[in-house]
């Protein structure tokens, strides 16, 4: 049995999160840029499906992307010098979550981005913690990524691609930007291959929430990122 949780009451400890399935911690609350936030900064995330109550899931281990560490692939790395595309940041925040809730995903019939979630990240972007990073051929969104930063670290929820390798352009250009202003690391939450040939790997679940707790207490005050901030990362 897990707790659930009423509009005010707090989290419950990181410990007592169940092992199967991995993770889930409670059930309940709201999605309110506070509850949000509160749960970004303790490691912990939302995720369930329409129809469901909201769940909370705090997995261990913890699969993240050190910014650096970034694995990029000789194609890619020849899109990346040469490629005809633009990436801009924070100009199409509504676009990208639409796609991403759009997108196709391998062994699921629907999406777990729904109506609600959407209005959720889109508060927290007027705030200025959520974030978007995009990829533009001839002036079309063809690819992108959104997520979280508090303090030095970044929460990435979600990504799309409509063109090849479109939303590993917008997450090399992230990973550079970040690396630039001193993010220490990149939550990528649950293990996927397909995150590991990117080179994120999953770290014990305490590593990650020390490592969270000094990242997200260092001081980079939300607001929008500039739109042109990548373009000369390559």
């Not at 699969?63 to 650096?68: A, I, K, N, S, T």
């Not at 959407?118 to 974030?131: K, M, N, P």
């Not at 799309?160 to 250009?173: E, G, P, V, Y």
């Not at 220490?184 to 590593?207: F, K, N, S, V, W």
Request: proline share 6%; glycine share 8%; with cysteine.
């Amino acid at each position: 049995m897990i707790p659930w949780l009423e509009i005010d009451a707090g989290f419950p400890a990181i410990s007592t999160a169940l092992s199967e399935p991995n993770g889930l911690l409670a059930a309940g609350g709201d999605l309110s840029p506070q509850r949000l936030l509160a749960a970004y900064k303790r490691g912990i995330f939302p995720w369930y499906s329409p129809g469901e109550p909201v769940l909370w899931w705090s997995p261990n281990p913890r699969m993240v992307l050190f910014p650096d560490q970034l694995k990029i692939r000789r194609s890619l790395a020849r899109t990346l010098r040469h490629g005809d595309y633009t990436v801009r940041l924070d100009t199409a925040f509504d676009q990208v979550i639409g796609a991403c809730a759009r997108a196709p995903r391998s062994g699921q019939s629907g999406t777990w981005i729904s109506a609600e979630m959407q209005l959720a990240y889109r508060r927290l972007h007027t705030l200025g913690y959520a974030h978007s990073v995009e990829t533009w051929h001839d002036d079309i969104l063809v690819g992108g990524l959104y997520g979280i930063a508090i303090g030095r670290a970044f929460f990435g929820e979600s990504m799309f691609s409509q063109r090849n390798d479109a939303s590993k352009i917008a997450l090399a250009h992230l990973c550079t930007f970040l690396t630039r202003r001193n993010f220490g690391i990149i939550d990528c939450q649950m293990e996927t291959a397909h995150l590991a040939t990117l080179g994120a790997r999953p770290i014990p679940r305490d590593d990650f929430l020390a490592r969270l707790a000094a990242l997200v207490a260092m001081d980079d005050a939300p607001g929008r990122w500039p739109a042109d901030a990548v373009q000369d990362l390559t």
